[in-house]
């Protein structure tokens, strides 16, 4: 006990840290020393437990503030005030141990203690996060296709078992199978006896002698495995699709977890999406818009004819009802909005020019009623 390290300088955060700040710092010294990754690495084995034991404390505002006034004797009543230092002492009792867990020896708990899992019950593989990349089209339309993924997965040597090919998990020599050991501690109030989980086999009863040679005894190996998925009709960009079973394998039993497909959808130099609708502009020629024509509009579905009536101005928008994107998991489909621009011809022949001139010579008010209504409001402004 003398060398243990203070929990805070264990997760490498100040005493004034945030909630936030310690789950971050937790998440990311478990990945690093995680087992799984280094394995058969005793030191960082025993690394990750020392994180796991800090943060198991300082994320629980009731343990977390015990360990802030007594220190490891708030909140471990087998540590002794001698071996801790100054922190390790309660009210002049010394190495007696946490009030909390004296009062729950005699009344049951309700001093903040928590009850622990069952590290023999069957716990659910975790869940893993992928990208894929489609394009717009794929995104309409949906398509079936193939993702690669890294995850954990039962040991084909043992099995799960964890033990080489051939042997067996033994009954543990210190709890004998039970998964906790009893513990005296002298109190104020005499000698309380209590139980704890077995160190020696963190409570599951068994202890492997001869580990297997490919899992290293964890019963699980990083394994690379393709998926089919299936990306349904009207997803978009930034939408995570779900595929249930895709993650890790779990625990003593356990199902797997899920693979979380984060989509992100390549732009298209044609359409724009909004929703389920479709926008796409068009341009058309200045005869087009002032005498009206038919014109083809490009559509996710292919190309489709619309006649653009007499007199349309640059801008306007015309709506093809049911003719964007099918709705997730629905029939219904949004529409497509068509933008139409009128282009204004450059680079005339003199002919040309001479034409639109005499052209416009031919007009008058009447053709022109925006203009029109323009300059009768200016003259009325100035009057």
Same mark, same amino acid.
């Not at 909390?100 to 928590?114: K, M, P, Q, R, V």
């Not at 069952?118 to 949906?142: V, Y």
């Given at each position: 006990?003398?060398?243990?390290?203070?929990?805070?300088?264990?997760?490498?955060?100040?005493?004034?840290?945030?909630?936030?700040?310690?789950?971050?710092?937790?998440?990311?010294?478990?990945?690093?020393?995680?087992?799984?990754?280094?394995?058969?690495?005793?030191?960082?084995?025993?690394?990750?437990?020392?994180?796991?034991?800090?943060?198991?404390?300082?994320?629980?505002? +009731?343990?977390?503030?015990?360990?802030?006034?007594?220190?490891?004797?708030?909140?471990?009543?087998?540590?002794?005030?001698?071996?801790?230092?100054?922190?390790?002492?309660?009210?002049?009792?010394?190495?007696?141990?946490?009030?909390?867990?004296?009062?729950?020896?005699?009344?049951?708990?309700?001093?903040?203690?928590?009850?622990?899992?069952?590290?023999?019950?069957?716990?659910?593989?975790?869940?893993?996060?992928?990208?894929?990349?489609?394009?717009?089209?794929?995104?309409?339309?949906?398509?079936?296709?193939?993702?690669?993924?890294?995850?954990?997965?039962?040991?084909?040597?043992?099995?799960?078992?964890?033990?080489?090919?051939?042997?067996?998990?033994?009954?543990?020599? +210190?709890?004998?199978?039970?998964?906790?050991?009893?513990?005296?501690?002298?109190?104020? &109030?005499?000698?309380?006896?209590?139980?704890?989980?077995?160190?020696?086999?963190?409570?599951?009863?068994?202890?492997?002698?001869?580990?297997?040679?490919?899992?290293?005894?964890?019963?699980?190996?990083? #394994?690379?495995?393709?998926?089919?998925?299936?990306?349904? #009709?009207?997803? +978009?960009?930034?939408?995570?699709?779900?595929?249930?079973?895709?993650? +890790?394998?779990?625990?003593?039993?356990?199902?797997?977890?899920?693979?979380?497909?984060?989509?992100?959808?390549?732009?298209?130099?044609?359409?724009?999406?909004?929703?389920?609708?479709?926008?796409?502009?068009?341009?058309?020629?200045? #005869?087009?818009?002032?005498?009206?024509?038919?014109?083809?509009?490009?559509?996710?579905?292919?190309?489709?004819?619309?006649?653009?009536?007499?007199?349309?101005?640059?801008?306007?928008?015309?709506?093809?009802?049911?003719?964007?994107?099918?709705?997730?998991?629905?029939?219904?489909?949004?529409?497509?909005?068509?933008?139409?621009?009128?282009?204004?011809?450059?680079?005339?022949?003199?002919?040309?020019?001479?034409?639109?001139?005499? &052209?416009?010579?031919?007009?008058?008010?009447?053709?022109?009623?925006?203009?029109?209504?323009?300059?009768?409001?200016?003259?009325?402004?100035?009057?």
């Amino acid at each position: 006990m003398a060398d243990k390290r203070d929990y805070y300088e264990v997760l490498g955060v100040s005493r004034s840290a945030s909630e936030e700040e310690i789950k971050k710092a937790f998440h990311k010294l478990a990945r690093k020393y995680h087992p799984d990754m280094h394995p058969g690495d005793t030191e960082c084995e025993a690394k990750f437990k020392e994180i796991n034991e800090a943060y198991e404390v300082l994320s629980d505002k +009731d343990k977390k503030a015990k360990y802030d006034r007594f220190g490891f004797a708030g909140v471990d009543p087998s540590y002794s005030a001698g071996a801790g230092g100054a922190d390790g002492g309660f009210g002049g009792f010394g190495g007696f141990g946490d009030v909390g867990d004296i009062f729950e020896s005699f009344f049951g708990g309700g001093f903040g203690t928590s009850s622990r899992q069952n590290p023999n019950s069957p716990r659910r593989g975790q869940d893993l996060r992928a990208n894929l990349t489609i394009d717009f089209m794929e995104a309409c339309k949906g398509k079936k296709t193939e993702v690669k993924i890294s995850r954990l997965d039962i040991c084909p040597e043992c099995h799960g078992s964890g033990a080489k090919p051939g042997t067996s998990p033994t009954t543990c020599p +210190d709890c004998h199978g039970t998964g906790t050991v009893k513990v005296s501690q002298r109190t104020p &109030f005499g000698m309380i006896n209590s139980t704890r989980v077995c160190s020696r086999c963190g409570g599951k009863g068994k202890t492997i002698n001869d580990p297997c040679t490919r899992c290293m005894g964890q019963g699980r190996v990083k #394994a690379q495995y393709t998926k089919e998925i299936e990306i349904p #009709a009207g997803i +978009d960009n930034g939408q995570t699709l779900r595929v249930a079973g895709g993650g +890790d394998c779990g625990i003593n039993g356990g199902g797997y977890g899920d693979l979380n497909i984060n989509i992100t959808v390549r732009p298209d130099p044609i359409f724009a999406r909004e929703g389920f609708d479709i926008s796409t502009e068009v341009p058309i020629t200045y #005869a087009q818009a002032t005498l009206g024509d038919e014109i083809v509009v490009p559509t996710i579905d292919g190309n489709v004819k619309y006649t653009v009536p007499e007199g349309t101005q640059t801008g306007t928008v015309f709506r093809l009802k049911g003719k964007g994107i099918k709705k997730l998991y629905r029939q219904e489909r949004g529409d497509h909005y068509v933008k139409v621009n009128v282009e204004i011809p450059r680079n005339l022949s003199k002919k040309q020019a001479d034409l639109l001139r005499e &052209f416009e010579k031919s007009l008058d008010d009447k053709n022109y009623q925006k203009r029109k209504g323009f300059f009768d409001r200016l003259k009325e402004s100035f009057s």
